[in-house]
């Protein structure tokens, strides 16, 4: 009896570890599982935001004029007319110089950037009242753009370096069949923990763009709008919406010309440049 008893045990402490281990290479199985669809949505958010990259590269350079209409939580609005000069760098993020024609209180301010890869931005302000240039620290770059809803940070150049990419799902948004991917910021002084991108599988270019704070709650959306073709190859978006849902406020940036390969040249993109725009 004792025999049988002592037979019983040995069994049943084998199934014991049978089982053990089996769960145990179970859970090693899904966790490799999971790594390994990770990695793949990685890839594949990479991939498309290279194909996004590619998209839009070969302008050389561009000058737009612009209306940047500010609406408050009350629907008030108020009107501004700027120009927006670019030029595209190699291996590098792309320079930017933004004047502010009218209203009066803001004419002649002007904004240039020089956007990087890996390194901070650098930023600076032209303030005609004050004749003082103010550099934009990089800390400070989540703050907003001359009131808009656009944050200094949003108006640097799309650079793969600067996040990582994650790719979620096919879908579609207005009836456009479009790739959602979510990018995450580098840089640790950035507003946001995290951006949704819905890209069009058309031209790889944005059409819908979500951004969450520091608290990863949703801040602004972003809808691009009256997307054209230059070049009989970049797509730009005619009319940007940045909408604030926490404060419902917004800024719609409209462009109303745009010429590219207009000769710019990088001397046009110095701090001297900011003074004297023009």
């Known amino acids: 009896m004792r025999q049988q008893q002592r037979l019983a045990y040995i069994q049943e402490l084998i199934m014991k570890i049978i089982f053990k281990t089996a769960l145990a290479a179970g859970l090693v199985a899904v966790s490799l599982l999971n790594s390994t669809i990770v990695l793949a949505d990685q890839d594949k958010g990479l991939e498309l935001a290279k194909l996004r990259k590619q998209a839009d590269s070969g302008w050389q350079d561009s000058q737009a004029s612009l209306t940047m209409e500010l609406k408050n939580a009350a629907g008030d609005t108020s009107l501004r007319k700027l120009r927006i000069k670019s030029l595209e760098i ?23 950037n020089h956007s990087h890869a890996v390194e901070p931005d650098d930023q600076w302000l032209y303030l005609p009242a004050l004749k003082r240039v103010k550099r934009i620290a990089s800390r400070n770059k989540s703050g907003p753009f001359m009131g808009s809803e656009f944050a200094y940070e949003d108006l640097s150049s799309f650079e793969l370096e600067k996040y990582t990419f994650h790719f979620i799902e096919e879908t579609m948004l207005d009836n456009q069949p479009v790739y959602l991917l979510e990018q995450v910021p580098v840089d640790r002084y950035s507003g946001y923990t995290k951006q949704r991108v819905w890209l069009a599988k058309t031209h790889y270019q944005p059409l819908k763009v979500e951004y969450y704070d520091r608290k990863n709650t949703l801040l602004k959306t972003l809808e691009l709008q009256d997307y054209q073709q230059y070049l009989d190859k970049i797509w730009r978006a005619n009319k940007l919406v940045m909408n604030n849902v926490q404060t419902q406020k917004a800024t719609t940036l409209t462009t109303t010309e745009l010429v590219f390969k207009t000769g710019l040249r990088g001397n046009d993109f110095n701090k001297a440049s900011l003074k004297r725009a023009r």
């Open 90 to 112: 190699d291996n590098d993020g792309d320079k930017g110089l933004t004047i502010f024609d009218t209203p009066r209180d803001v004419k002649g301010t002007a904004f240039l």
